[in-house]
Nanobody
């Protein structure tokens, strides 16, 4: 079984920063996509940022328009971790943030989706 554990959420004031981390473990092969989603009360879960394991640069990133220029997603292959640096936080960023992993489990070609438990981020003055 693949496990994802998030950390780094909390309460901050507008303009401050937080860093979310997601550590994953298990019999993982061929990681295709890692990312962060968030969910507001009463709404569908939505994409915040994602990063691929391929590409000539070693990782291709994509961001929601609302977080471009403020959030940065990154990988730490040595620690099997994906991170989200969140700068200049706004009250609109208040949500539960979920780590996401799309990979092959135990063998190549299986392509499973995995989710973390979620971590609360609250931005308030």
């Amino acid at each position: 079984q693949v496990q994802l554990v998030e950390s780094g959420g909390g309460l901050v004031q507008p303009g401050e920063s937080l860093r979310l981390s997601c550590a994953f473990s298990g019999s993982i092969f061929s990681i295709y996509l890692m990312g962060w989603y968030r969910q507001y009360p009463g709404r569908q879960r939505e994409l915040v940022a994602r990063i691929t394991s391929g590409g000539t640069s070693g990782g291709r990133t994509d961001y929601a328009d609302s977080v471009k220029g403020r959030f940065t997603i990154s990988r730490d292959n040595a620690r099997n971790t994906v991170n989200l640096q969140m700068n200049n936080l706004k009250p609109e960023d208040t949500a539960v943030y979920y780590c996401y992993l799309n990979c092959d489990f135990k063998s190549y070609g299986s392509r499973f989706n995995y989710w973390g438990q979620g971590t609360q981020v609250t931005v308030s003055s």
